[in-house]
Structure formats: C-alpha cells, structure tokens
C-alpha cells in the first residue's frame, strides 16, 4: 500500500516532516520495486535520515 504526506506508516510519526516526507518517497519506490513493507519502510526511514545529513535546510 503505498503511503502519502498524511497517511504514513505510525513507525514514521515521530520524524521530522521532512524526513518523513522523504522517507514516504523512499519507501514508496521501494514498494513498487517489490520490497516487503516493513523492509521498505526500515530502508526507507534510514536512508531519509542520511539524506537529512547530507542536505540541511537552508536558512532563512
């Protein structure tokens, strides 16, 4: 099933809306790559959170 901005799985509550938004997008790929849901859901999140490192938000 995939996930959405305001239909996340309850793993992703607590992220950032960022990362979570992110994360949603990663694991969605996944997903339609064939993945398990909880698989594609760890993947997900952990790369979301690297991505996060790697790009900070800019300030305003």
């Known amino acids: 099933m995939p ?5 996340y799985p309850p793993s992703m509550k607590n992220l950032d809306p960022r990362v979570r938004n992110k994360a949603v997008e990663i694991a969605n790929a996944l997903l339609e790559e064939g993945y ?3 698989r594609a859901i760890a993947i997900g999140t952990a ?3 690297e991505w ?4 900070p ?3 305003s």
């Open 3 to 7: 996930w959405s901005k305001n239909d």
């Open 36 to 38: 398990e849901e909880g």
């Open 47 to 49: 790369k979301a959170e």
């Open 52 to 55: 996060d490192e790697k790009h």
């Open 57 to 59: 938000k800019e300030r």
